[in-house]
């Protein structure tokens, strides 16, 4: 039982460059999200998925798009990266609304 | 709409000694509030929660009181260890209708031995 992991761990990429980052979760969660954490700023809410097809903007959604083709899986992409994208990106997960979430360990993008 | 503040940090203590880290909370109705704790290099892991008034969560030997008259959170600890170094942040769910977590800004804790 790994819980919630994350892939890559780092990445580095020039402005204009495209990624995704990956996140699996083996608890059978419905509930899945994604969080970018800056400095001073605790963790703000990108995007979030209430089930498996299902995609909802957050607190910052602007130059990120999500996927949930499968339900252990929460994929958020960057399709032309900015220097204001580098941060920490945490993906939760939790079975219902009211429930602790469970983190992965975060993947650190640096944007140049 | 509904907010978390925490005190800033960091908080350097020395073993042994007592931790408060201060937590107030705005919000529609009566969340659940819970402290979560991220060691260095690591995800958010959660510490302790209560969900009503009244209500004393503890863990690890941190304890917070969900304080409704004061709208309070705060995470106590009576002899901290090295071990305990850490991001801690205070956080809120709403009672109802909503599922969207709101965290704080965290305030990271250094113990020295």
């Known amino acids: 039982n790994a819980g919630v992991t994350q892939t890559p761990k780092f990445r580095v990429l020039k402005t204009g460059q495209s990624m995704t980052l990956l996140c699996a979760q083996d608890m059978n969660h419905e509930y899945m999200y994604w969080y970018r954490q800056d400095p001073g700023m605790g963790l703000r809410l990108i995007h979030y998925?209430?089930?498996?097809?299902?995609?909802a903007k957050g607190e910052v959604p602007d130059g990120y798009n999500v996927s949930r083709l499968k339900k252990q899986n929460f994929l958020l992409g960057l399709e032309s990266a900015a220097p204001s994208q580098t941060s920490v990106y945490f993906c939760a997960s939790s079975k219902e609304a009211s429930k602790q979430q469970f983190f992965g360990p975060g993947t650190r993008l640096t944007v140049l | 709409g509904d907010s978390v503040t925490q005190m800033e940090g960091p908080v350097t203590l020395s073993e042994e000694a007592f931790l408060t880290i201060n937590c107030t909370y705005t919000a529609t109705g009566y969340p659940s509030l819970f402290w979560y704790v991220q060691y260095p290099g690591e995800g958010l892991q959660l510490l302790l929660k209560a969900t009503k008034a009244d209500d004393k969560g503890s863990n690890k030997g941190f304890e917070a009181t969900y304080r409704k008259e004061t709208t309070s959170f705060h995470l106590e600890k009576g002899s901290v260890q090295v071990s305990d170094s850490a991001v801690y942040f205070c956080a809120s769910l709403p009672a109802t209708g909503g599922f969207k977590t709101i965290f704080g800004a965290g305030t990271r804790l250094f113990v020295k031995a």
């Open positions: 998925s209430v089930g498996e097809g299902t995609t």
